[in-house]
Each structure stands twice: as structure tokens, then as C-alpha cells.
């Protein structure tokens, strides 16, 4: 009998594994030099270049039992570019770095790859260079690029006085997914399918990000670690006060009550506080023409000698707030 | 008795270490937005943006017991910034992913960042944006930019027969050093300091890269995996084939005959086949004026049918040589 061809990671090598990887990213009119070389070179037309890094670990940032290969890529490639978004640019490139067992099988590195191509592609953006290396977890590092188009980046620290603060895309739907998988239940897990997907995949309103940075917005960030904690950031940054409406979240608040339901939990906290959702949240001056998806849901108003910070007005908070790496 | 204040990544908290990391970045001319938003915006004046990733993991590049977290952050550096000198691109910024458990000391994190800030301005480049995320394992993953100046990108399928085979920066010094600490002899240790010490922190040519470029020349790539088989990358990128003469590796092999006798070693293998050196090596026109530092070794030859590698013209080949992450 003929020995099995050893379909690992391991079994490919490094060398073989990055030929596959490779072959299966397309090229791009901004790719001057895609993969294979010590450098990718990308153009960069506006004379600036935006760039954010991202780390995802195993077993922290996605579960191999939970999430498809194809999804970890996406997911991974998605928080960066929504950085890219969060300054007002365009995401242009990635480049990724991935730590692997020698015995994770090569479909899935393979399945990686094929997720981060697709989430770029999403974005609008090309996959141009990365690093393979050995180590007993997987760890993906996603470097994005992007392109100002001659627009001021989006700072955290431009909120002032009067402005509206605004939202662009889903809030709280990975906390609820997260809530789904941990959870547990099958049933459940079916039931409200798209929500434990908008965990596995976040879906970042990328466009919008030049979009708000055109009409005037004064800061951006994506929700990465939950809303309130991600505007208390502008608030600092900015030495104002973020007023936000109870109110006018309840919308968000009733498309996860059914779920919330089910499992017993408080959709307020996964709105106000669930992470890795990626939608853009800022302000922008009031009365501006806000791009489409783009919600009003609180102002910004001067510190006058409080701590800057986030207000949350109409609703008493959620006891349980936030997402730091090394607390909760 | 007050209580002991908790010295850890984990007692300072993600927003706590990125604060204090960040603290002891400096700014640069080109950096137009650095550490602390969304994303950083460095200058790519050239309307390009040569981009490259590495990864470095605890125990597979790195050993905590042999290296200090100040070393550990040069080498993360120097490994992608010798990347970006091996486009003939001077380098820029560098954005850095830490993955790291909580227990680890706060000060090591610290001398990580110092230690990736020292190796950037040793190459012109700064520090511009990072993660923190938690892990079992230490992981560092750092992303370097670079700027052409107008130059082409040197490829590494540039080299034509009549070509020379150039060198610039040392061989075999990393290699050696790895075999000292493997050895854990510590009086060699003590004697052979520097070349141990080469190990922990590589000394990549930077000013050789466009220095190179502006020479002419055809290929380079930077020594990460070993001499033979960078060489061979550009050799199969061109389909060429490259002569790489033993009498001029000589003065490399001297230099390291010490330490391979008092370590029973073969100073050929480290000179041929040892890795991360980061000294650059690649392709020029034959009589092409060459940058102070850079030796002539060898000579390209057409193929002829012959498959595209490399050739040890005057010495057999030592049995071990280069290195692949998932073999040897």
C-alpha cells in the first residue's frame, strides 16, 4: 500500500504551504508586487498611507470548534480593515502573519487564506504578502494599509462641543452570537443562526468610513471593544463629555430581545458593551448630511470640569461593561 | 502592610501597557499620525509603500533564558526592516502585534518596546502603532514599511547571466552564535561574546539596500534562512543558475574558525546555511561600482537546461544546510 500523502501544515513545509497560500490570492490594480518577495509593494497614490495591526489567538479571539477556517480569515482580516475605515481611508492591502502548529491540517491554513481573500475582497482591498512560522497555537497577525484619498484622517480627539454623536452599522450582535455559542444550545444556535454568524463574522460597513469622514465627521472608531468603552476613548481623546440616548439605541435593543429572551440575558449590555461588532461609531457636526445606515444617538457636550467620559442618558447602566484583554 | 502593586502585563491592564509602551515611542518626521488611533498615517512620499510581516514566537526564534526582552525586540524589528533594505527600499515605520500571557513582567514588555524603538532608529524608522492581546505564549509580530525614493523595487527575478553574485554584511555569525548557546558553555560563551551576541540581535546592511539598488542591482533578498538558499530563491525566481565561488567565501569562514574549532563544529555550514543574518545578498552587473561593504562571490550563468539553483563551485557542500519551519 502507498503511504498517505501527510496533509498537514508540517507535511507541506513552510516553503510548500506558502506556494499554496500564495496561488490563491488574486491581484490588484494597487498591487505593484504581491506575494513572494522580502516586500509587497503597494500604491499608496495620496503620498500617505494608513496602517493598523491586529493579533488574534486561539482559544481568545476564536475557538476552532466554533469557527471555520474560512471565518477566522474573515474575522481576522475584518478587524483590521475596520481600523482602516476608522480613520476615513480606504483599505488597500493586507499582510498577514500566521503561527501554526505542524500539525494543523494545510486545508485549514488553506481555508485561512481563502477568508482573508474574501473579506478583502469585500473591503476592496488584496492580500500581498505574509509569514508562516511554527508554534503550538494559532496566532494570526493581520497588518492593514489603506488610502486617505486626500481626506484628513479621522482622529479620536476631533469630537467638539455640539456635535451629534453618530453610529454606522450593528450594535451588539457579536455579544449576542458570543452569548449563542457559549451557551451552547443547539436549538438556540439554529434559531438565531445570523447572530451567532455575526460573531464568527463581523460585517464592518467599511464604505461608510470615507463616507462620515466626507460629510464632516469630527472623530471615528470602529466598536471593537464595545460601545461605550470605544466612545469613552473619543471622549477622552477629545476632553468632552458623550451624551448618548437610551433611546434612540432601542432599536438596536429590540432586534436582540428574542434572543436575549432565550437565553435570559439583558440586551442593553451587548449593546453597550459588546465587542468585536466593528461598526464605526464618531461624531459628526449636527445637521450634517450623514451617509445612509448612519444613526444619531446622543451629542457631545463640553466637559465643564468633569472627567471626560461617556454619559448615558434615559437608562440606568448595565452592570457588567467592557473588554479589556487582561481584566473581566 | 500595603499591598505589593501587580508588576504583571496582567496588573497594568491592555489600556494600562499600551499607555505606558506608547509612552516611549518617538515621533518622526514622517510619522503624521502615531501610536493611539485607529491606525497610524506615515508619509509614503513615492506614492508607493513597500510592506512586509513577520512573526516571531517564544522558543522557536527566540529563547526568554538566552535573550533579554531588549534583545528580543531589535531582532523582531531588524528581521522585517532587513526585509524592506532587501527591496532597495529604506525603511519607515514598523507596527508591532504582542500576544503575550498575563504573567508576564510588565518591565519585559517594556524592554521589548525599547528594544524595537533602539533597532528603528539604528535603520531610520520609527514605532508607530501596536496590539496587546493575551496568549500563553509569547508572540511577536512586527510589520515594516519602507519608501522606494523613486527606485524600481529590486525583485528577486531580476538576475541575468553575466551577473555578479554580491554580498554585503557578514555570514555565518548567527549561526555561530545559535551553536554557542546550544552549547551553553559559558567561558565560550564569554569568549565568543560577540558573535553570540550576533545571534540575539543581527546587524542587518540597512544603507546597502537602496545603496544596492542605486548600483544597479538586479536581485537581492536578505540572509534569513541561509545563504545557499536565499540564493536559491532568486536563482528559481530568475531561472538562472548562480556560481557561488568558495575561495571568495574564505574570509567569511576565517573569521569564524575559532569558535567552530573550540566547538567541534563546521564553520561552512554556518557560512553557507546559517539563517537569520540579515545581511543582504542578491545580483549586480559585473563591474558595477558597488557600495563600500559589498563582496563579489560568485557569478549568474544561464541554465541551459539545467534546473535554476545554486552551484558551490571549489568545495563540496557541507550535509546540513538551510532551515524550513516545518522541517530539519
Redesign the interface.
Same mark, same amino acid.
Given at each position: 500500500m502507498a503511504p498517505q500523502p501527510d496533509t498537514t501544515?508540517?507535511?507541506?513545509?513552510?516553503?510548500g504551504?506558502i506556494r499554496q497560500i500564495t496561488g490563491r490570492f488574486a491581484a490588484g490594480p494597487g498591487v505593484? &508586487?504581491g506575494p513572494? *518577495?522580502?516586500?509587497?509593494?503597494?500604491?499608496?497614490?495620496? @503620498?500617505?498611507?494608513?496602517?493598523?495591526?491586529?493579533? /488574534?489567538?486561539e482559544g481568545?479571539?476564536f475557538r476552532l470548534d466554533w469557527s471555520s477556517a474560512v471565518e477566522v480569515g474573515r474575522k481576522a482580516a475584518a478587524q483590521s480593515l475596520a481600523?482602516?475605515a476608522?480613520?476615513g481611508?480606504r483599505p488597500t492591502?493586507i499582510?498577514?502573519?500566521?503561527?501554526a502548529p505542524?500539525t494543523l491540517p494545510a486545508d485549514w491554513a488553506l481555508g485561512l487564506s481563502d477568508g482573508l481573500a474574501a473579506e478583502c475582497a469585500v473591503a476592496g482591498a488584496y492580500v500581498?504578502?505574509?509569514? &508562516?512560522?511554527?508554534? *503550538?497555537?494559532v496566532?494570526v497577525?493581520v497588518?492593514a494599509? @489603506?488610502d486617505?484619498a486626500g481626506r484628513r484622517?479621522v /482622529?479620536?480627539s476631533g469630537a467638539v462641543p455640539g456635535d451629534s454623536v453618530v453610529v454606522n452599522g450593528p450594535l451588539g450582535r457579536s455579544a449576542a452570537g458570543l452569548a449563542l455559542h457559549l451557551a451552547g444550545d443547539a436549538a438556540l444556535l439554529e434559531r438565531f443562526a445570523p447572530l451567532a454568524a455575526a460573531h464568527r463574522v463581523p460585517a464592518p460597513p467599511y464604505a461608510a468610513g470615507p463616507a462620515l469622514a466626507d460629510a464632516g465627521g469630527t472623530s471615528?472608531?470602529?466598536v471593537s471593544d464595545g460601545l461605550l468603552q470605544d466612545l469613552g476613548h473619543v471622549a477622552e481623546?477629545s476632553g468632552a463629555v458623550l451624551e448618548v440616548d437610551a433611546g434612540a439605541l432601542e432599536a438596536y435593543v429590540t432586534e436582540l430581545a428574542g434572543c436575549a429572551d432565550a437565553l435570559g440575558a439583558d440586551p442593553w449590555e451587548w449593546v453597550l458593551g459588546g465587542g468585536e461588532e466593528h461598526s464605526l461609531a464618531g461624531t459628526a457636526p449636527a445637521g450634517a448630511g450623514l451617509p445612509p445606515g448612519t444613526r444619531v444617538v446622543g451629542r457631545v457636550v463640553a466637559a465643564d470640569g468633569r472627567a471626560p467620559g461617556v454619559v448615558l442618558r434615559g437608562r440606568a447602566l448595565p452592570a457588567r461593561l467592557g473588554w479589556?484583554?487582561?481584566?473581566g
Open positions: 501544515v508540517g507535511g507541506l513545509g513552510e516553503f504551504l505593484l &508586487v513572494g *518577495d522580502d516586500c509587497a509593494v503597494v500604491a499608496a497614490p495620496d @503620498g500617505r498611507v494608513a496602517v493598523t495591526t491586529d493579533v /488574534l489567538v481568545v479571539h481600523d482602516v476608522a480613520m481611508a492591502a499582510v498577514v502573519g500566521l503561527a505542524a500581498v504578502g505574509g509569514d &508562516v512560522v511554527r508554534s *503550538d497555537r496566532v497577525s497588518t494599509l @489603506g486617505l484622517p /482622529l479620536r471615528l472608531v470602529d481623546a479589556d484583554h487582561y481584566a
